[in-house]
């Protein structure tokens, strides 16, 4: 099987492989997109425009969870996918008991920092008055389901590190389902404290899929299982390492979102930071699916990158860029045209949309071209080039985003605090575009 699928990547068709391999992980991506989406829509739907905004402003601070999920489950899957092709079954054995034991451990760590630290954190983007305590109230039981969501994120990255990208689908949906089913019922029956509710609902669906991805560990797995809970020195310097570079992408999303909502409020008061609370739902909403395709990309270029059929990796770079920007379309044209229906999905008040309209249409104005970024940086992934996707990712992130959020809207104001996002972003799209052609016209002459 392992075999047949080398075969598949080395020689069916790239559009076939896109459909293949992206649309299981693309759909994997939007049910977890549905999360954070959802929470937002019955906030301001429920609660208000403030809620939704709390909840908005509250979202970075979350990073923390997914940073920690991300390193312990990328690289538990990487060490596991090259495990099982050296049929080194001692080693397999040790992963899940590894990840468990590291998982509790920045868990507890996690739980007890997010709660005492949230009153700063929202101080530090700018949040006062209801927002503020709305905020904090949304963290404190936010954080108190960080071992479920840590657990079964990790352990769904395990998943499809074996090959089950359906299996892996499956449970994030039956999460997102509940969050769906849960937000409007406990917001609307706990009353006063509807913003707890919201939480709740969160942390709900994720111990349920934590109690799902336990079962399959313990009970249903065939190759791997959950044996003995303890710290392995091989496994963990191999996760941290790997792992690390998928961590610093998360923590930088943090960095980006907090400069952005502080920088918001501080040039544009509340009105600003509720518009860009609804603008960055949408914003991250329509960009996951991207990662999703990107996902189905790695194995085809790294497999014919590794049996120097370069013609193929090529081929793969046109076709996959091409279905980004159809993808990206999906999402991007029907931004521009309907959003004010959009924005006032979250609640958002009239008087905020037709003054902002403007604003989010500028945030969201590059967004058709960042499917080429995400191929782009993708494309270094695979190749075993780390070096020069992590340039493309510290250069959009922090290095040029943080002087340009930070200065120019000293100069031009809070316009400049929308359009900030979209500048940085041509910049590093145009030079991810040169660095990937001239890698790819520097294999061509090692034919």
């Known amino acids: 099987m392992k075999q047949d699928m080398k075969e598949q990547l080395l020689t069916k068709r790239p559009i076939e ?13 939007i049910v977890i997109g549905l999360y954070p989406l959802m929470d937002g829509i019955f906030a301001g739907k429920i609660i208000g425009q403030t809620a939704m905004t709390a909840c908005g402003v509250a979202m970075p601070l979350t990073f923390l969870n997914s940073g920690i999920s991300t390193l ?5 899957a990487s060490v596991l996918s090259r495990a099982i092709g050296k049929g080194d079954q001692k080693t397999v054995d040790k992963i899940m008991g590894n990840l468990v034991f590291w998982v509790i451990a920045f868990s507890i760590t996690i739980t007890v920092v997010g709660i005492l630290l949230a009153p700063y954190f929202l101080d530090m983007v700018g949040a006062t008055g209801e927002i503020k305590a709305y905020g904090i109230r949304y963290l404190r039981v936010i954080f108190i389901g960080s071992l479920f969501v840590n657990f079964t994120q990790s352990a769904n990255m395990v998943m499809r590190g074996e090959g089950l990208m359906k299996k892996a689908m499956t449970i994030m949906g039956l999460g997102a389902l509940l969050n769906i089913i849960l937000d409007p019922i406990l917001m609307t029956i706990m009353g006063k ?12 669906s994720q111990f349920i899929q934590a109690v799902v991805t336990l079962h399959y560990f313990t009970k249903k797995s065939k190759v791997v299982k959950i044996n003995k809970i ?3 020195l091989k496994i963990k310097k191999e996760m941290f390492g790997v792992g690390s570079s998928a961590m610093m992408m998360q923590l930088l999303f943090m960095i980006q979102q907090t400069m952005l ?3 918001a409020f501080k040039y544009g008061g509340d009105p600003n930071g509720i518009l860009m609370a609804a603008s960055l739902r949408v914003y991250a909403f ?13 194995p085809v270029v790294g497999t014919n990158f590794g049996a ?12 996959f860029c091409i279905g980004g920007l159809v993808l990206a379309s999906i999402f991007w044209i029907p931004s521009l045209l309907f959003s004010s229906q959009i924005l006032s999905l979250f609640g958002v008040e009239a008087n905020i949309i037709a003054s902002g309209i403007g604003n989010f249409r500028l945030f969201y104005s590059v967004f058709i071209l960042y499917s080429v970024m995400v191929m782009s940086i993708t494309f270094f992934q695979s190749i075993g080039n780390g070096k020069k996707a992590g340039i493309i990712v510290m250069f959009r992130q922090l290095f040029l985003f943080v002087p340009v959020i930070i200065f120019m809207p000293m100069v031009f104001g809070i316009s400049a605090v929308w359009f900030a996002q979209p500048l940085v972003d041509f910049i590093m799209i145009v030079v991810g575009i040169f660095m990937m052609t001239g890698e790819i016209k520097k294999m061509n002459t090692t034919i």
């Open 230 to 232: 303890k710290s392995d």
């Open 286 to 298: 329509s960009f996951i699916p991207l990662w999703g395709m990107s996902q189905g990309l790695q």
């Open 308 to 319: 120097k059929q370069y013609d193929r990796v090529r081929e793969a770079m046109k076709v």
């Open 17 to 29: 492989l896109l459909f293949q391999l992206s649309v299981p992980a693309v759909i994997g991506m």
């Open 193 to 204: 404290y509807a913003i707890e509710g919201a939480a709740l609902a969160t942390v709900t």
């Open 261 to 263: 909502y502080k920088m």
């Open 72 to 76: 312990l489950g990328v690289g538990s």
